[in-house]
Structures are given as C-alpha cells and as structure tokens.
C-alpha cells in the first residue's frame, strides 16, 4: 500500500542548532514528493517540493530537502533553527496515475529552545 | 490575489446532526479537494472536485458529500455526524493548468461533534 512514514513524532532542538526531519515513502516508483508546515491553528503552508531533477531542492524559510531514490527517503534540513520555525511538519507525497490526491505522513511537531 | 478561505472557523454540533462547511478557491483555480486532519494526524484525504464533479474520493462513508459550484467554490456535507467526526477540515485548490497541481489550503473548519 502507498504510504509515507515521519519516524520522528517530536523534536527538540536549541535555537541555532541544526535540523533534519525524516521522511519515508513506500511506493514501487517515483512520487511527486512534499513538505508542508503547520502553526498552530493555521492551515497548512508550502516548504518546498520534488518533481524531478536535482535531488536537493532548496524551499522557503531557509529549508532544503534531499531526495534519495535508494532509500525511498525525503529528509528535510535546516542549517540553523529560529524559534519561529517551532511548528507541526508534514511529508506529503503524490502517487502517480491517479487525481491529485496528497497523502500526508503523521506529521513532527518541532520544538525549539532558547 | 485571493487565498482560500474556509468558513465557518469553528463549529459545534451533537451527533446525528448534518454539517455544511464552506470553502472559496484561490482565483484562477478550478479544482478543490478536502481533508479531514484528525487531532494528533496528518490529514487524509477525503475527495476532490473538478468542474463540478466529483474527481476521486478517499476512504470515506457516503455520509460525506460534497458540491463544487459554477465558481468552484465548494461544500462539504457531511450526515448523522459521530464523534470521530471531530477534527480540522481543511480544503485546498489547484489548478488543472499548472504543470503539477500544486494545492493551496486554507486555513480550515474546526469541527467539533459532542
């Protein structure tokens, strides 16, 4: 079955500090592949995205991602956390084949300490 | 440009009620899909709607339905409403025109079911 996997539940990390958020995906080819971010009684805000290409994909808010094709992984990264990127995180994939239906991971909820 | 907006905000109701939530499209965009985000959960898709048909559906009862309107914008209905109804719905629109439908959200409904 199509699925995507966010390992990590909760994340603390230090102001400053740097980031990676962990993404799997259980498909036989390649999806169109996502990452979303969540504040609290928001809707959900575009990262970035991978269609095709160079596997590192660079987003908004200073995140990049690196698509692993060995790995069916797409990790999110941030060199340097700010206290405003405290957040829930979601992976969200697109199968291909069918209507534009995401399917999202259960989602990180990031925490960040002064 | 105008981003999606959902309405009402919050919504408090018993079971067995009926519940209309109501969601405007980006302009421009002519196709919108629905998600339930359960607490705690990435949300999950629930269907989609194009030029006011129903566009594919996930894993829910009939009990939800929906409309999409000459201006795209859309309804979601939802019938005899349990309390594994409570969650966040969140509504997003594409456009068909686009070289992948990158979907825009709003800022959801939350539903609660006492």
């Known amino acids: 079955a199509q699925s995507v996997t966010q390992p990590d539940i909760h994340i603390t990390v230090s102001e400053g500090a740097s980031l990676e958020l962990r993404c799997n995906y259980s498909?036989?080819?390649?999806?169109?592949l996502f990452w979303y971010v969540q504040s609290p009684g928001q809707g959900l805000q575009l990262l970035l995205k991978y269609f095709s290409g160079d596997t590192l994909v660079q987003g908004i808010k200073g995140f990049e991602a690196e698509f692993k094709r060995s790995q069916s992984s797409f990790n999110l990264r941030k060199p340097s956390v700010h206290w405003s990127d405290a957040a829930e995180y979601f992976c969200?994939?697109?199968?291909?084949?069918?209507?534009?239906?995401?399917?999202f991971g259960a989602g990180t909820r990031l925490a960040v300490h002064p | 440009e105008t981003g999606v907006t959902q309405s009402p905000t919050h919504l408090i109701k018993t079971r067995g009620q009926q519940v209309t939530l109501r969601c405007s499209s980006q302009s421009g965009h002519n196709t919108v899909s629905w998600y339930q985000q359960a607490l705690g959960q990435g949300p999950q898709f629930i269907f989609q709607y194009y030029r006011e048909e129903e566009n594919g559906r996930g894993n829910f009862p009939p009990r939800f339905s929906g409309l999409q309107f000459p201006n795209y914008s859309s309804e979601l209905n939802v019938n005899a409403l349990e309390l594994d109804d409570s969650a966040l719905y969140l509504c997003?629109?594409?456009?068909?025109?686009?070289?992948?439908?990158?979907?825009?959200f709003g800022p959801g409904t939350r539903l609660t079911v006492l």
């Open positions: 997003a629109s594409s456009s068909r025109l686009a070289p992948y439908n990158e979907q825009f």
């Open positions: 969200a994939v697109v199968f291909s084949g069918g209507y534009n239906k995401l399917i």
């Open positions: 498909y036989g080819a390649t999806p169109y």
